[in-house]
């Protein structure tokens, strides 16, 4: 029965995974295909189309957020009387696409009663209603459109001018006409007084645009018009870039970028100095944003950095960067000091805003908005030396500085008064050497003209052992002293026990003498 039951599973299990893979692989490529916008880029006496990098078709989804960024059938100057009275008594008509028999044709939506359709008609055709259509969207209101006036004087397609297709060859464009203002239609004015229809370039040499006239129920061709036609900018500035500091993932990695020996050699005291060359890869990333036309010079002004810097906008930005730092130290004879440097490859990734002001090559007012991305970059930072202790460059031991520490003691006896001095040499490590001539061979006493031993250990190795090699030296100072002491005052007891002997004899010599007399 195990047997059984596996081989029922089996092709169920195979049938399941392949109806997901269909599901999520097949409808997603089918979006990716009809939400690219396709502009025409004139190249000589040919066309092309190439994908615009702020416009996308969506489907409409009835929301009232989905039309914040939908590009509107006509746009009147803002804060003007006509735009409110406009939004007072009709709501916006956007730019709309239906698909019909396999061919995409433009039209502009309207509202009835609560819900929202596209209003389409092919090339003289019927007018049609669509509840299931998409609207062009400017992503972010990063695209720059305008309605470039076309009559059939004008031969060909105006470059920038925005697809309603795929990209292919024969695709139509969006367009629009504004009819008479006839009593039927007189009262709608403004946005409403737009029909959008599709233009056909390759009919009749110069090309016609096909829009149902208000009240036709078929599209009717028309000799003049307005073609959408997108501007794209030619450079971009990043300013007041304000960085979340909350959201910035720091990361710091110490690096040894080099090393080097300063020395000297010379017979007196003299400047060593060298340089310490180092290369690291400086990395800076600005993110991407919708709406934002990507592989474009762009200019950033930031606050952390004295000069602005050029990158290109959605590209990392990657430079190998060669720095020298000097170095120099005064040093005496035969001494020589270690220096390496050391610095902190960072990465860090931030969350930020930032004004992107975006410039045309129309020469028209740059468009300044706010936008929301990630940055990421590398860099070397604290930078800094560090320095060992001189040391000689003979034997490699620590060079020391001898101070001299005098002591006063005062003896006082009943019959003399004794001042004595002592003088107490200290070692204490210094970066300040000792001469090149007085310098000690290994395991040897050289003495000077003047007696001074220059017999040199090595250093201690911390302050304690040096505090304690002190304290000896202090104690051995100490018990001399008092040796000293000691042996002045026996001597002085032993000369005064002489004398008092040398006394009682001569007294007694005195006497025996005085007697001999007497008896004689």
Not at 459 to 470: H, I
Request: aromatic fraction near 8%.
């Amino acid at each position: 029965m195990a047997n059984v039951r596996w081989n029922i599973r089996r092709p169920s299990v195979t049938i399941c995974l392949a109806a997901l893979f269909c599901l999520l692989v097949l409808p997603h490529h089918t979006d990716a295909s009809t939400s690219s916008v396709f502009k025409a880029l004139s190249i000589g006496a040919s066309t092309q189309s190439v994908t615009s990098s702020t416009l996308s078709w969506e489907k409409f989804s009835e929301a009232e957020t989905h039309l914040q960024f939908a590009v509107k059938t006509f746009e009147p100057e803002q804060h003007s009387r006509e735009t409110a009275e406009s939004e007072q008594l009709h709501p916006h008509s956007y730019v709309c696409r239906v698909e019909i028999e396999g061919i995409f044709t433009a039209g502009h939506t309207l509202t009835e009663d609560t819900s929202t359709i596209c209003i389409v008609a092919a090339q003289l055709s019927e007018v049609e209603r669509h509840h299931a259509f998409e609207v062009l969207i400017n992503m972010g209101g990063g695209g720059k459109l305008k309605w470039q006036p076309w009559n059939r004087y004008h031969a060909g397609i105006f470059g920038g001018a925005v697809s309603v297709g795929t990209g292919k060859f024969g695709d139509y464009y969006i367009a629009r006409i504004r009819p008479g203002h006839g009593e039927h239609h007189h009262h709608h004015g403004g946005h409403d007084s737009y029909v959008v229809g599709s233009f056909d370039p390759n009919v009749k040499l110069t090309g016609r645009i096909n829009a149902p006239l208000p009240g036709s129920s078929t599209s009717t061709e028309h000799e003049q018009g307005d073609i959408l036609v997108e501007i794209e900018p030619v450079k971009y500035e990043l300013r007041s870039i304000k960085l979340n500091k909350l959201r910035t993932t720091i990361k710091k990695n110490t690096t040894v970028l080099g090393s080097t020996i300063l020395s000297n050699t010379d017979d007196k005291t003299s400047l060593a100095e060298t340089v310490i060359t180092y290369d690291f890869m400086k990395e800076i990333y600005w993110g991407k944003h919708e709406g934002v036309v990507q592989g474009l010079f762009t200019k950033v002004y930031d606050s952390r950095s004295q000069q602005a810097t050029n990158v290109t906008w959605g590209i990392k930005s990657t430079a190998r960067h060669v720095e020298t730092k000097s170095v120099n130290t005064m040093l005496e004879p035969g001494t020589a000091i270690n220096v390496t440097l050391f610095g902190n490859y960072t990465e860090m990734e931030a969350p930020y805003t930032a004004t992107i002001k975006a410039y045309y090559d129309d020469n028209s007012d740059p468009v300044s908005r706010r936008i929301n991305t990630i940055m990421v970059s590398r860099d070397m930072e604290d930078v800094k030396m560090e320095y060992s202790p001189v040391y000689w460059i003979e034997n490699g031991t620590l060079v020391p500085t001898t101070t001299t520490t005098t002591t006063t003691t005062t003896t006082t006896t009943t019959t003399t008064t004794t001042t004595t001095t002592t003088s107490t040499t200290e070692a204490t490590t210094s970066l300040r050497p000792v001469p090149i001539n007085s310098t000690p061979v290994e395991g040897g006493t050289l003495i000077d003209e003047d007696g001074m031993s220059n017999e040199i250990g090595h250093a201690p190795s911390t302050s304690r052992d040096l505090d304690v090699s002190r304290s000896n030296e202090k104690l051995e100072g100490s018990l001399d002293n008092m040796s000293s002491s000691r042996s002045r005052s026996r001597g002085q007891s032993s000369g005064t026990s002489s004398l008092r002997e040398a006394t009682t004899v001569s007294i007694w010599l005195v006497t025996a003498f005085v007697l001999l007399v007497r008896l004689n």
